[in-house]
């Protein structure tokens, strides 16, 4: 089923093109939420919300853009939602809460190699060292940064899910890596790792 | 050389133009410091790579969808839930509270006057628990 014929069929409230649109795009929503909150259960939530706002949404796409950019922007817009609204619960949260989600994160990655238990423990901290980094980034600069490192975009399609012109993503993506690097020099420097 | 420090990243990342790379490499060549940042820094970045794609559970469509037939059953209770709680709620903390105050209001009324004869009884009790009028006690204390 293409696209177009994908988008006709949900209009009319096709069951089967949801289905397949959901198994065609679940992959692509996914990593893209997971870049952004760097955790898997989080990134899978945020995932399902997007597909039920498409269902719900769906007669309101207008067809001058792509499907996958209409994605992408929902992805990036629910998961910023979701920063935002984990930051201002975040004094509310409890302490098992925050190591729950920590050793989600750490069986991610064991689960990836569970043969060295010393590699996966250098990843680990890396992980982490990486994942703050990123989202100590300003908000537009991460959500370039992700999209161009976990979905490989091109800069013009990401200016098309920012909405900004190319130079404004090069930019972006000129000061996201900047800061990266300021950041992970200070840790360097400390010996996080 | 605190330039080409700065453009390490880019370096790793390829972004540098052809001259600019040859000179970065040469100076990774004779500064071990940024040869070892450089290394750490590869190792930290390549992480992204191995988080690319992560798999998706198996059961993500079946979640989703009892996922959107729960948010549409609950739509349909939400049509109640204004009703309940603009109208209902407030209706009912108001009886309450005129309840409320009206019963205050009778609790802390005095008993009203009975309609006996009450100057005529006075005098019966009075004379009955005044014995001194009677028997006074200088009379008893001299027998």
């Known amino acids: ?193 | 050389m605190q330039t080409l420090h700065n453009k390490l990243i880019f370096f790793l990342e390829g972004d540098l133009p052809e001259k600019e790379m040859e000179l970065v490499k040469n100076h990774l060549l004779e500064c071990s410091t940024c040869a070892a940042f450089v290394e750490e820094m590869k190792k930290t970045l390549g992480i992204l790579e191995a988080e690319r794609s992560p798999a998706v559970n198996p059961f993500f469509y079946t979640r989703l969808k009892a996922k959107l037939e729960n948010k549409e059953s609950e739509s349909k209770q939400v049509f109640w839930k204004p009703v309940l709680v603009r109208v209902l709620q407030p209706a009912i903390f108001s009886i309450l509270l005129m309840i409320g105050i009206y019963a205050g209001i009778k609790i802390g009324q005095p008993a009203p006057a009975q309609s006996i004869n009450i100057s005529a009884a006075n005098i019966d009790i009075i004379s009955f628990l005044n014995e001194m009028d009677s028997e006074s006690i200088e009379g008893f204390l001299m027998e």
Not at chain 1, 2 to 8: D, K, L, N, V
Not at chain 1, 23 to 44: I, L, Q, S, W
Not at chain 1, 124 to 137: F, G, K, N, P, V
Request: glycine share 2%.
């Open chain 1, 1 to 193: 089923m293409s696209e177009t014929e994908i988008i006709q069929k949900l209009q009319k409230g096709n069951e089967q093109a949801f289905r397949e649109l959901v198994e065609n795009y679940k992959k692509m929503v996914v990593n893209t939420c997971f870049g952004m909150v760097h955790n898997t259960e989080d990134a899978e939530d945020i995932a399902q919300e997007v597909f039920i706002e498409v269902f719900r949404s769906i007669n309101n796409f207008r067809a001058d853009s792509k499907l996958s950019t209409w994605l992408y922007r929902m992805a990036v817009n629910r998961s910023l939602n979701f920063i935002r609204d984990h930051k201002r619960n975040k004094w509310f949260q409890s302490f098992e809460d925050s190591v729950r989600s920590k050793n989600a994160l750490h069986e991610n990655l064991i689960n990836r190699n569970t043969d060295h238990p010393e590699y996966i423990l250098e990843n680990t901290q890396r992980a982490t060292l990486l994942h703050e980094a990123i989202d100590s980034l300003a908000e537009n600069q991460k959500v370039a940064f992700t999209l161009s490192k976990y979905e490989e975009l091109s800069y013009q399609e990401i200016s098309k899910v920012m909405d900004v012109s190319v130079s404004s993503v090069e930019s972006l993506l000129h000061r996201a890596k900047k800061n990266l690097q300021k950041k992970l020099y200070v840790c360097y420097k400390k010996k996080c790792i």
